[in-house]
């Protein structure tokens, strides 16, 4: 719009095309909300604000870019304690409140210990401490500790309850613990080392060494089931 040099005192008049996304006033445009194409389109529309004097009339066009999380804040308070089996559902808030976007990602830095699903429950595997992390990008994220406290075993047996073995033959006999997330260790023993032997406890892995009858015992504090081995030539 051109103006007269002369002209001391100029008073524009302003006006956006649609205040519910843009509004105008004495030149100081405000960003009210984000404008798309359509109700399922990402692409962002502009709108119109005019300034008019006489009968000259001028326009510009303003984009409101989406408003981005620059902050993330876990609200459950202090240390997350759980036991292995169970689970807790935590809430993340995003800043600045009016945020336009505000998508979480969910993450665990030791899955082994705890894992979080996509809606931010968390669920303990096995004793331990890990950090659960609410991030919205790299800056804007917020974690907190998980303590996973042990479960103790209540029952405890041996699949299979019998088994036959040729001499020289290795087979597993797995043991069940209940509940399933227990962590009690376990210890395995023989009745008869001459006729059967514990090739390797980690894996329940048993060999027959000599012809006869012998039981596998796998004992969890009190708790005990054992396994009946016939071995034959």
Known sequence: ??????????????????????????????????????????????????????????????????????????????NIKIKAGESIKLQAECYPENADLKEIKWSSDNATIAVVDNEGTVTGKKSGICYIKAAYSERAYDQVMVVVDPVSATSVTLEPSELTLLCGQRAPVKAVLTPEYATDQMVWTSSDLNVVKIYDSSLGMIEAVGEGTAKVRVAVGSLFAECEITVTK
């Open 1 to 78: 719009i051109l103006v007269p040099e002369s002209s001391s005192a100029v008073v524009f008049e302003w006006f956006s095309e649609d205040e519910n996304y843009v509004t105008v006033e004495d030149g100081l445009v405000t960003a009210v909300a984000v404008k798309k194409l359509g109700e399922n389109s990402d692409e962002l529309s502009p709108v119109k604000v005019f300034a008019r004097y006489g009968s000259g009339a001028a326009e510009c066009e303003v984009t409101v870019k989406p408003l981005a999380t620059q902050s993330v804040k876990i609200q459950n308070s202090g």
